[in-house]
């Protein structure tokens, strides 16, 4: 994740990672988990062009102990993400 493009993006003055309990809270899953969805109004749900190119997407289904595989174009039909470059370049 490029936090200095998701900062841009939104005109922040400063990007970092919520606290656990908001986390949980915005996400309706425990931390760690990583949750294809937005369930909250308040939490918009941003994937890079990259991630929905992708043939199989892997994603915790808000468990820690389940999966699920999804295709890019299927996800990205069903979340309706908004589409920004918000990844760190990928290094050789």
Known sequence: MDL???RALF???Y????EP???ERL???VPGTVLPFSFDPDLELVADPDVV???KLYFNAARLD???CISGADYERLAKPRIE????PATT
């Not at 470059?85 to 760190?88: K, L, N, V």
């Open 53 to 55: 190119a992708q043939p």
């Open 85 to 88: 470059r918000i990844a760190s």
């Open 4 to 6: 200095d493009a998701v």
């Open 27 to 29: 996400a309706r899953a």
């Open 21 to 23: 309990e908001t986390a």
């Open 15 to 18: 990007v970092g990672f919520s």
């Open 11 to 13: 005109a922040a003055r």
């Open 66 to 68: 389940r999966s699920l």
